[in-house]
């Protein structure tokens, strides 16, 4: 059964990719809720060189990146309009830009030029054209993680072409997703999601476990819900840790 005649509609929503998307972004709340209190001094965390923090956040990419290939497998599958799919990028690309507003005015030094959503904007282009390659994915997928190993070159350490990941050196800013390597992790997500759309149509479309129905269901939502949660999670982080550092301030 082909995942497309698995759902009743391209309308459906999958529960368990919506939760694996909600996942993520717990995940990643937590993770700036940390990097919120280490900046305004509640604790003292090297999340620019700790493996206990740069590992978390390659970690985090890498599952929402792989979500965004399994979700562009599903889409393929249920004959996604060109229409919708360029509604949904516009969105993405429009709050990239805000971010990068936003982070200019929090950071000038280190804004966000080329952030996780500035990637997933430029990846979704990408997985567009190479959805037809196939079980040729997955080598197109190794080949993207292992290129900026063996390729580094001056000429992508600036702002204007650091986003294609050949840099000699990672620019120091609050957030770098460039597309090499991490269209390698999209390309698998989608290769893995097309293979399960044939072979395991289930693994996608099935109801959650019966175990995990209740925290399923909430980290579903907000999944279905993840790009106006990323947008606003740091907004209300940030101004939650500012009142409380203002009132410790104040009781001194």
């Known amino acids: 059964m082909a995942l497309a005649s698995a759902s009743a509609s391209s ?9 694996l998307r909600g996942a993520a972004i717990v995940w990643m709340a937590a993770f700036h809720f940390c990097f919120d209190l280490n900046h305004y001094g509640f604790i003292s965390q090297d999340f620019y060189s700790d493996p206990l923090w740069t590992g978390q956040r390659t970690a985090i990419v890498s599952l929402f990146v792989f979500c965004v290939g399994l979700g562009q497998a599903v889409a393929g599958a249920q004959r996604q309009t060109m229409r919708r ?44 054209l190479a959805a037809p390659a196939g079980r040729w994915l997955w080598a197109l997928g190794g080949a993207a993680l292992l290129m900026p190993l063996f390729i580094q070159h001056p000429f992508f350490d600036t702002r204007a072409t650091n986003w ?54 909430a980290l579903a939502l907000l999944g279905r819900w993840s790009l106006s949660f990323y947008m606003l999670h740091q907004p209300v982080l940030i101004g939650a840790v500012m009142v409380a550092a203002w009132l410790l301030r104040s009781q001194a």
């Open 11 to 19: 309308a459906d929503r999958f529960e368990r990719l919506d939760a």
């Open 85 to 128: 799919f360029w509604r949904r990028w516009a969105q993405i690309a429009g709050c990239a830009l805000l971010v990068s507003l936003g982070s200019a005015l929090m950071f000038p030094q280190t804004y966000i030029s080329f952030g996780v959503l500035h990637g997933i904007a430029v990846i979704l282009l990408l997985l567009r």
């Open 164 to 217: 294609v990941g050949l840099v000699t050196h990672k620019p120091i800013t609050e957030d770098y997703v460039p597309v090499l390597p991490w269209l390698g992790v999209a390309l698998w997500g989608l290769a893995a999601g097309q293979w399960a759309s044939r072979h395991r149509p289930a693994w996608l479309s099935g109801a959650l476990p019966e175990v995990l129905r209740l925290p399923g269901r």
